[in-house]
């Protein structure tokens, strides 16, 4: 028999087991389905962020911070005149968002993270370094020029008139720094990138890292017993992995399995404390995106947080377990509707895509896929951290 009718006949032989060379060639990687997904759009948000000059805090005050022009400064969302005494402190409605509290610092930083974020993508897609260029106009704004950086801390975060000039619960704004520093992370070795900049950029964020383990305000939302401890975590491990601050990403990794895993999931997957809540859809949707991102920053090969599971079975895998049904389709959710902004939930959760990756499942990524990738509402854009996916990969 010649080679190639054997090698014809070997093919007949074994079917589906016999692979083309075309097959082989084919990257079926999330990391490359993701980039040809989101590839457009990175382009276009890129684009539109080549536009954009910096603007930081210092840009717009408010006569109610107790700081000074370079202190972050936000109210607490769900805290309302009291109509029994207008001038006197104001009283919650939990769940309910007043819009005529002071958000310009939160919308600012949040503006900063998405040109940032586009910027660090289209570099991560194209090897360009205009963008890189332009993001370190932002990014010496915010962290370097004296005029208009910010200061290195949030003693001034979701102030409450007439009862606090700050809390610790604030902290969970600086969320959206998160992308700013896996941005320089991904940019960093550009040509353009001096080592000057990136020292004062990491300056920085060890500054910011040392006030969010030191300070009370810090204390005080790493003990906190839902979301807002597991971003705390989250935010540390990003920060840290940045500065390259190897004991503190050890800690989160210790605390995700210590203290988050156990003291929030229930034994069916769940997060009670945030379905006790006013908004329980998506809050669960928060917590789990935050956890999952936490497994994603924090793993290492010796320390696989993906693996990790509790004597009872409770993982992160089994958070998703939970969680995906009703993402998929959400009419099914057994629990009560949120307060405010039901129908904007779900959309491209980072969980659904970095899950999938984890753990090889097909349907969480196919549903990641057909999801709103490009979210308008603005509490939606302030609770999903994570808008550029394909940064987070490496």
Known sequence: ????????YVCLLVGSLCVSWVDLAIDTSYEKEAEQILGKQILRRAAWAMQQQ?????????????????????????????????????????????????????KAMIRFSQIVGALASAYRLTND?????????????????????????????????????????????????????????VMKDAAVFSNGRLKQFKA???????????????????????NHGTCWT???????KLVGDEQLLDFCRKRYKTVLLPNQMAQDGSFPRELKRTKPYGYSLFNLDAMVMLCQIASIPTDNLWDFQLADG??????MTFMFPYIK??????????????????????????????????????????????????????????????????
């Not at 210092?58 to 109210?75: C, I, L, M, P």
């Not at 950086?149 to 600086?174: E, S």
């Open 329 to 394: 389709e959400k009419d099914t959710w057994p629990y009560a509707k949120d307060v405010m902004y039901w129908d904007y939930w779900p959309v491209a959760q980072p969980a659904l895509l970095f899950g999938a990756k984890a753990f090889d499942e097909k349907l969480w990524l196919a549903t990641w896929k057909k999801l709103d990738h490009e979210p308008k509402v603005e509490e939606v854009i302030r609770n999903l951290p994570i808008r550029n996916p394909i940064i987070w990969f490496r």
């Open 204 to 226: 920085w964020f060890s500054a910011y890292l040392a006030w969010l383990i030191n300070h009370p305000y810090g204390k005080d939302e790493m003990s906190a017993e839902n």
């Open 129 to 185: 370094e205009k963008y890189v260029m332009h993001a370190l106009k932002h990014l010496e704004a915010w962290f370097v020029n004296p005029e208009t950086r910010m200061n290195p801390n949030l003693l001034y975060a979701q102030a409450i008139k007439g009862r606090f000039t700050g809390r610790g619960i604030g902290i969970i704004d600086t969320i959206h720094l998160m992308e700013v520093a896996q941005g320089i992370l």
């Open 314 to 319: 409770r993982s992160i895998k089994k958070g």
């Open 54 to 106: 910096p603007v930081t805090i210092t840009a717009e005050q408010s006569s109610r911070s107790s700081g000074e022009k370079h202190d972050f400064f936000s109210e607490g969302d769900y805290w309302w005149p009291n109509p029994a005494d207008p001038n006197g402190p104001y009283i919650q409605r939990d769940g309910m968002t007043n819009p005529d509290n002071f958000v310009a610092h939160r």
């Open 234 to 240: 989250m935010q540390v491990a990003s920060f840290a």
């Open 1 to 8: 028999m010649r080679y190639l009718d054997y090698m014809i």
